[in-house]
Structures are given as C-alpha cells and as structure tokens.
C-alpha cells in the first residue's frame, strides 16, 4: 500500500468504504496470525520518571502525581497472578526511573524466568545499549517502545531530549533488533501537530522497520501536562490535523495489519479508556490480535496516570468475551510470527 492510499484511507468518511477496510484487516489478520487473542498482563512498576514528555501524566515536573515503585517481591508476586491467569506474558513497564537499576532488572527477569513460563516483555523508556543488552542476556524476550511519530520536528517539541543526549528511538529499536529482542513500537495517534501525512509516514515506517508488534492509540490530553495549554500545543491546519478520536484509531490498527500482516497488534488500553464497553472488540475485529490486561495491584494502578481515565477501564476480558466474537484465548506465549518468521529465515539460511 503507497502513501496516497493510506491517507486517502486514513481520511476515508464513507461508512460502506470503511466496512471494506475493516473486513481486509480482519482477512488478513485470520490468514497470518490466526484467531487466537493473546493476553498480556500489564504491571506497572514504577511511575518515577526523569523526562518531560509534553503529553503524559508523569513527567518528572508534574508535582501532583503521588510517586511509587514497586518492590521486587510485589512484581513477582504479579507475574504469579498473570500466570493463574493463564496469561503466557508480562510486561514491565515504567516511566524512565534510573532507581530501576541493570541489576534490579536483572534480576527480577532470572526471577520470573526461572519460577514460570512466562515471556517477559520491557517497557522501562530509553535506556543504554549496554542495558539492553544485559536484560536480554538475563532472559527478557522483547521490548516495547513506541517512536511516538516519525516526523522530527513534532517528536522534539513533545519529546524533548534529556541534558546533553539526543532523543532516538529509532536508533534504539535498530539496536533492539540486533540485540535480538522482539521488537515493538507504535504511535499516538491525534498529537496536536500531527498531519495526516505525518501518521501515513508511521504507518510505512512501520513496514520498513519490520516490528514484530506495533501498539498506537488515541493521543489523550492530560490537563497537567504542557500539551493541554494551547499556547503550547504544536499546531496543523484543521483540514490536515489528524483528530484523536476513536475511528481514527481504528483505521490505524487496520491500515497496520495490511501493512505488517504478521505483527502481533494490541487493541491497546487507550482506545477502551474512549469507549469502554465496545472499544477492545472493534480493536480486535479490525486487525488486533493482542490484548493487554492490568495487573497491578490497584492501589498502584489508580497513581499510574498517564492520561484521565486510564485507571478506570474494565480490563477483565474473559473467554465468553473472546469466544462471542469468533474467536479464542491464546496459547503459550503467542511470539510474534513476524519474529518467527525472521529466526525461521536465518535458521535455513545457517543450514
Ligand atoms: N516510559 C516508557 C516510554 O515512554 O516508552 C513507557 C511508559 S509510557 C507511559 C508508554 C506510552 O504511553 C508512551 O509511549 C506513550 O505513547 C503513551 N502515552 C503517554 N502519555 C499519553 C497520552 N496523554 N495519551 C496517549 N498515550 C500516552
Ligand atoms: Fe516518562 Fe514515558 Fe511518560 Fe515520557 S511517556 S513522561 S518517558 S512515562
């Protein structure tokens, strides 16, 4: 699909056109992934973070954010349940704390490696090569991190760098891919500044880096954030600013799976946080295969506020959901076969 077409679909109106678009995306999903829904428990680790991302609730200068990190045994503790659960993954995900030491999470990937079958997904921000590489070797099978938009201007100004560094994450999923983690990335989609072009140019560049799992949900303002105030909102004209709205969303999850069919694609949080009873379905029925149910303990969950509403969202999703809409709970730890695909090519490759 060329750039013409994704924005021309990504500005589609026509109710008939877009059930077309749904229906490929669902196609495509069914031939290359398949019916099962994988879950993915989500704990919330530590809300600590050094950055000043113009968007989001935790900010190293929001003050009224009450801060925590949880305890090694208070994780594992969590990885436990996700397993009850069924689950076959848990991801670790955090704002950039630097108290989340290479040791820390060392250990505590070796902890939940060795006590269960889990796959073990990072989230923990921008951190050093060496880092990464150490987690890896310590047992971590993939990390996610969305490069947020890849137009550089719009990036920096909600994005800003850390003293003294340059902000890449392209570089870094690059690094990731050598590092031979699965590799994950994604977008907001709606960030005040960002063109249709713009998101039209996410979606290739998905393509070209070859994610094994691409996450994009609505841009949600936070009103303690720089971004809520107009003076500081990045601007588009109205007729190509993209809106932050839900079908917006689904467009880009069903423009993602025809571009990427073997990525494995949440039905992210965001998009239940705008429509709670249905949001998760239309995900799943648009192209998503991946679900990403909370398991941090509550009394955490309700401080990790990256945008309103999040901590309110039914997160509890069971086989009757999955099963009334044709479709069935994953087994195991559901690898992304966009990730198979590249371990299968080299192993014929060595052969
Ligand atoms: N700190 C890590 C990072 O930035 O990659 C992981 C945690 S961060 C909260 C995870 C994602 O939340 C970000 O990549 C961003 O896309 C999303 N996010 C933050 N603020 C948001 C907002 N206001 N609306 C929608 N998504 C938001
Ligand atoms: Fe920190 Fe991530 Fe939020 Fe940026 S998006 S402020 S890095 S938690």
């Known amino acids: 699909m060329n750039h013409a077409e994704i924005t021309a679909w990504l500005r589609e109106t026509d109710a008939d056109r877009l059930a077309e678009l749904w229906q ?3 196609r495509v999903r069914q031939q290359h992934v398949g019916d099962q829904v994988h879950l993915r428990g989500l704990i919330e680790v530590s809300n600590h973070c050094v950055r000043l991302c113009g968007y989001c609730g935790l900010r190293a200068e929001n003050t009224s954010v009450k801060r925590y990190r949880m305890s090694a045994d208070e994780v594992v503790a969590c990885a436990e349940e996700a397993v009850e659960r069924d689950y076959g993954t848990v991801v670790l995900q955090a704002g950039e704390d630097p108290m989340l030491s290479t040791d820390f999470i060392s250990e505590l990937i070796r902890r939940i490696k060795s006590s269960t079958p889990l796959a073990v997904t990072l989230s923990l921000g921008e951190r050093s090569n060496e880092e990464l590489a150490e987690w890896r070797t310590a047992g971590a099978d993939r990390y996610l991190l969305r490069f947020e938009t890849s137009n550089r201007m ?4 909600i994005h800003p760098p850390r003293p003294g560094e340059r902000s890449d994450r392209i570089a870094i999923l690059h690094t990731l891919r050598e590092l031979d983690y699965e590799v994950g990335g994604g977008v907001m989609i709606g960030i005040p500044g960002q063109t249709y072009d713009d998101l039209a140019r ?3 560049l998905f393509g070209t880096l070859d994610l ?10 936070h009103p303690d954030t720089p971004l809520a105030d107009p003076k500081n909102r990045p601007s588009a004209s109205d007729d190509r600013q993209v809106p932050c709205d839900e079908l917006t969303a689904y467009k880009v999850i069903a423009l993602t799976r025809l571009v990427c069919p073997l990525a494995n694609i949440p039905s992210t949080t965001a998009l239940a946080v705008l429509d709670a009873d249905a949001g998760w379905k239309f995900g799943l029925t648009r192209g998503a295969n991946v679900i990403m149910p909370n398991v941090t303990p509550s009394k955490y969950r309700m401080l990790y506020d990256i ?3 999040k901590a309110y969202t039914t997160e509890h999703i069971d086989v009757e959901c999955i099963n009334a809409i044709g479709r069935r709970i994953g087994v195991g730890r559901g690898d992304s076969p966009n990730y198979e695909k590249a371990a299968c090519g080299l192993a014929i490759h060595l052969h």
């Open 307 to 309: 945008y309103p509403g």
């Open 24 to 26: 490929s995306a669902d």
């Open 202 to 204: 996410d979606i290739e």
């Open 154 to 157: 719009l990036y920096e100004r």
């Open 212 to 221: 094994d799992m691409i996450g994009s949900g609505p841009y949600l303002v």
